[in-house]
């Protein structure tokens, strides 16, 4: 049956079972990825179906997973990567930044790198530290990289074979606070562009612009919105580099109001980027300044403080009041 | 440790040809105490030509080479050492922003290079011009980063020679990784990896002595101990002799007069045909010397004194092997006076072609960042061309 209804992590897992069986050179590599299926379970029994030389568990060394991913892209293979927690990619960033990112403009385009790497990011799990950070935009300023999270089960199965099939280095964010939810899953239904942004909910009164784990927050707060009367529109991002500006653009001449949300720290964010951009768009359609909702410049908070930190309902509804009272 | 300790334990070493001991230390720190007790259980590098040019052998590494072959390294050497020379001297004109000289390492490039099949794989730092050269890399093309005009700019499939790679070790992981894709495709070539003695103290250089032990990869590590990493010495980085560390993970690690040209086609033959067996990596670790500065940035007259470089200078690659083809008859006058005329042919073709070296179109600042396409960079892209053209239009009013 084409459709099916799976959670996203679930999605994911069959998103690289098809990647696996549709072309020989894809290898899956990283910490626990084998036996165990991943700490997720994202690649549970892959390796069992595929082997151990096509599901490659590895030794404990993120830097080490990462440039050996370079050097199989280099001999034809199409790694994807996992990196157990967003904290964890640090480690590797130097072979992402300097290495991965670079390697085909070194080579004026007669390299490809078509290594993924999948993160599980953001919090509301619960979890200690470095397991709940958002680390996009470390990834989206450099160039030769793309970015890009799902927020659904659909997206998961799509995006992720779409990044796999990618020339390029993919900076896959996985939103972990989402893998158990629920989502329609058309397996034969063509996908969308990897790079454009989705209107996930119609509205005419202000624009939400999110990604991830925030998107479900937004419809959230759309619905709530709307037992109040206002009509709120929400806009999934998909892709954070490329972003599509055009269709942040089109939604906020409709609206005449942004509010962007995500869970990374506003100083800096994603949010600053697409503020600056689409009042440079939009500058005589907007009512109010573009607004942001976000993480704080601080460390990310004990699990215990962090539904202060991350943005909830009512920090983002307060947010849509600001923009409405202008 | 004091520069002229470690210089008088190199004289020490180069005079007896012996094991080092720790009288040969002149120093009575703690620190230095220890290293050369280490040091007294080191074996003898892999030498097969003194420094003298006279032949020896060795138990377990031997070649015979024919004459021809005999002077193929020797111009290999000679070429690659004129090179370098006209790249420093492009250097000191101004014509290229940076130079890292290979000189003093010839033998070290040259010898590991030419134990290479055409299907191997070679990942080199950016001193590596000998190997480029033996891998076939129109030398001319090594000069584009130097000169700014691009940032490696060749294809690395053309010869199997992979771009030049600045941040110090990252290439081992790359090389590891192309290795595990060879045996996985079931592949008898080989890759060799080039780091320097600075690069061994780096965390990518152990994790690639990880991950290939744990995946039996079939890479060679060939580490040139040139003894200093800018004005650090290998005391800075290590303390143990660096091929006594391939033993920690689990494969083995020779040192080798990396001054002999001999000795390094030799050993680097043997491990590279131990990873085509199937039987893993091989650390080499070439002791050999930097006889210039780190770059043309770097002024070595700060951090290490004259006499060490005149010991080394006793044990030049080039001289010992002319000594030997001399002695035993592998090469006539005409043969030297034949490359010389070669040697001052290439320097000027190298000077001629960098010179006309274009700066690339503005527009290539755009070029080959995805292979995808990427919409910001296509919008940039048109501001840039814009922004170009307005002064176009403005000098034809």
Redesign the interface.
């Known amino acids: 049956m084409a459709v099916q209804k799976l959670p996203l992590a679930k999605a994911l897992n069959e998103s690289l079972r098809k990647a696996l069986e549709t072309d020989p050179k894809v290898l899956i590599m990283g910490l626990d990825v084998g036996k165990l299926g991943g700490v997720f379970r994202i690649t549970e029994g892959l390796q069992k179906d595929f082997g151990e ?1 096509r599901v490659v568990d ?2 404990l ?1 993120e ?2 997973i ?12 199409r790694p994807v990567v996992e990196i157990q927690f967003d904290g964890f990619v640090f ?1 590797a960033y ?2 992402i930044v ?2 991965l990112a ?12 078509p290594v993924v790497i999948r993160i599980p990011y953001g919090g509301g799990i619960g979890a200690v530290e470095h397991h709940s950070e958002s680390p996009e935009s470390l990834f989206a300023h450099v ?2 990289l ?1 970015v890009v999270t799902p927020a659904n089960s659909s997206d998961a199965y799509w995006m992720l074979q779409q990044a796999i099939q ?3 280095p993919v900076i896959f964010f996985e939103p972990k606070r989402r893998y158990w939810d629920k989502g329609e899953v058309d397996t034969e239904a063509f996908p969308g562009e990897l ?1 454009k942004a989705r209107v996930a909910r119609e509205g005419t009164d202000l624009t939400l612009v999110a990604y991830g784990p925030m998107v479900k927050t937004c419809l959230e707060v759309a619905e709530a919105a709307a037992e109040e009367g206002k009509s709120i529109e929400v806009v999934d991002l998909r892709s954070i ?5 055009d269709t942040i653009q089109a939604s906020v001449e409709k609206t005449r109001r942004l509010v962007v949300v995500h869970e990374a720290p506003v100083f800096f964010g994603s949010g600053a980027e697409i503020a600056a951009r689409i009042t440079e768009r939009c500058f005589y359609h907007l009512e109010a300044p573009v607004l942001r909702v976000g993480g704080y410049h601080a460390p990310y908070p004990p699990a215990r403080l962090e539904e202060e930190y991350l943005p909830g309902l009512d920090r983002v509804l307060d947010a849509v009041d600001r923009s409405l009272a202008y | 440790m004091t520069v002229e300790s470690t210089a008088a334990r190199k004289t020490t070493r180069r005079s007896s040809g012996t094991k080092r001991t720790a009288s040969a230390s002149t120093s009575t720190t703690k620190k230095t105490s220890t290293r050369a007790e280490a040091d007294a259980v080191e074996p003898e590098l892999v030498q097969l030509l003194t420094p003298e040019g006279e032949r020896v052998q060795h138990p377990d590494y031997d070649i015979d080479l024919s004459a021809e072959e005999l002077r193929g390294l020797y111009r290999d050497m000679v070429l690659t050492r004129r090179f370098d020379a006209e790249a420093t001297s492009l250097q000191r004109q101004g014509e290229l922003g940076l130079w890292a000289s290979l000189l003093g390492q010839e033998a070290a490039q040259i010898g590991s290079g030419r134990a290479l099949r055409d299907d191997d794989y070679v990942f080199p730092t950016y001193r590596e011009h000998g190997v480029a050269w033996v891998r076939g890399v129109d030398p001319t093309n090594l000069l584009g980063m130097f000169r700014g005009v691009n940032h490696g700019g060749w294809d690395p499939s053309t010869n199997n020679f992979h771009l030049y790679t600045i941040v110090l070790g990252s290439q081992t992981l790359h090389a590891t990784g192309y290795a595990m894709g060879i045996a996985k495709d079931g592949a008898d070539s080989a890759v060799l990896a080039y780091f320097g003695d600075g690069a061994s103290s780096q965390g990518d250089v152990n994790e690639s002595f990880v991950f290939s032990a744990v995946y039996n990869a079939p890479v060679v590590f060939f580490c040139q101990n040139n003894q200093w990493a800018i004005s650090e010495p290998t005391e800075k980085q290590t303390r143990v002799p660096l091929y006594q560390r391939a033993r920690g993970f689990g494969f083995p690690g020779v040192r080798v007069d990396g001054n002999d040209v001999l000795a390094c086609l030799a050993v680097t033959r043997s491990a590279l045909e131990r990873a085509r067996r199937g039987e893993g990596p091989t650390l080499i670790e070439a002791f050999t010397y930097r006889m210039a500065a780190h770059t043309t940035s770097d002024d070595p007259t700060k951090y290490r004194r004259d006499e060490e470089r005149e010991a080394w200078e006793a044990k030049d690659p080039i001289q010992r092997l002319k000594a030997y083809m001399e002695n035993e008859g592998h090469a006539d006058a005409a043969f030297f006076e034949e490359l010389e005329a070669e040697s001052e042919a290439l320097g000027k073709q190298v000077r001629e072609v960098v010179r006309a070296m274009p700066v690339p179109e503005h527009m290539a600042i755009f070029d080959h960042t995805y292979a995808d396409g990427h919409a910001l960079v296509d919008e940039e892209r048109a501001e840039f061309a814009a922004y170009q053209a307005s002064f176009a239009n403005g000098e034809a009013e």
Not at chain 1, 241 to 245: E, I, K, V
């Open positions: 030389d590895t030794p060394a830097s080490g990462v440039g050996t991913a370079i050097g199989l892209a280099l001999r034809g293979y480690p130097d072979q300097t290495q670079k390697i085909r403009a070194r080579s004026l385009g007669t390299v490809k790198m160039a030769g793309k990618s020339d390029d790079h580099s490329p972003l599509d500006f």
